[in-house]
């Protein structure tokens, strides 16, 4: 049976990305992919919906290339 649910915890999203709870806690919030959060703040019950991770992955992706593409810049010897 597939799964519908449509959302992970941060643990799974955590083990379905290859990443441990500890990286995800350190990402800057502006790295980190959108949360929906049940419950108050400190206990909050933190989930990822497929979206959200699909979106992630995107974003993470185009950061890759961009630090790819100008590390390959900073390399290119300069012409004379």
């Known amino acids: 049976m597939p799964d519908i649910r449509g959302a992970r915890s941060k643990r799974e999203f955590c083990e379905a990305h ?5 990286t995800y806690d350190h990402l800057p919030k502006d790295l ?5 959060r049940i419950g ?7 989930l990822i919906s497929d979206e ?3 979106d992630w992955r995107q ?5 890759t290339a961009e630090i790819a593409a100008a590390s ?3 390399r290119k ?3 004379a």
Do not use: L, V, Y
Not at 32 to 36: M, W
């Open 18 to 22: 290859g990443i441990s709870a500890s």
């Open 72 to 74: 390959a810049t900073e």
């Open 59 to 63: 974003m993470m992706e185009r950061r």
């Open 77 to 79: 010897p300069q012409a």
């Open 32 to 36: 980190r992919p959108r949360e929906i």
């Open 40 to 46: 108050d703040h400190r206990g909050a019950k933190i």
């Open 52 to 54: 959200a991770a699909a």
